[in-house]
């Protein structure tokens, strides 16, 4: 079985390298990822995020050449979340990618209201790299 996916994307007016270090560095989540919250910390080897759900953790890929941002995303509940994403070079700019996954039991209406919240987040991304 396969999940359905929905790509997010935009296109940003800064070279792939620099928003991967911004991105790829999860100290920077509260300035972009509004579903994580607004604090991040360091605890005992995990990054966690103060949400309104309470605390998640939030694992990257490893640093890496490619632009892949994957991360995991640990719910209080033990719900786990894989959230693959990538930024490569578009010409001088680059391209952000989220894919979301239409999961079972996922309405229509849920996933389309996660869509529109990614893309006000990497819109956010966009408009922290080009000021």
Do not use: C
Not at 34 to 47: E, P, Q, R, Y
Not at 103 to 121: H, N, V
Request: hydrophobic share 40%.
């Amino acid at each position: 079985m396969t999940f359905k996916p929905l790509h997010v994307s935009v296109s940003i007016d800064r070279p792939a390298e620099e928003v991967y270090e911004f991105v790829s560095n999860p100290e920077n989540l509260p300035q972009w990822a509004s579903g994580l919250g607004d604090s991040i910390t360091f605890v005992d080897g995990a990054w966690i995020a103060a949400s309104p759900v309470g605390d998640i953790k939030v694992e990257f890929a490893e640093k890496n050449s490619f632009g892949v941002l994957d991360h995991f995303i640990t719910l209080p509940s033990g719900e786990r979340f894989y959230n693959p994403m990538r930024v490569f070079p578009n010409d001088e700019g680059s391209e952000l990618i989220f894919t979301l996954f239409h999961r079972p039991g996922m309405s229509a209406e849920l996933l389309a209201e996660d869509a529109k919240a990614i893309q006000a987040d990497l819109e956010t991304v966009k408009r922290l790299m080009e000021k």
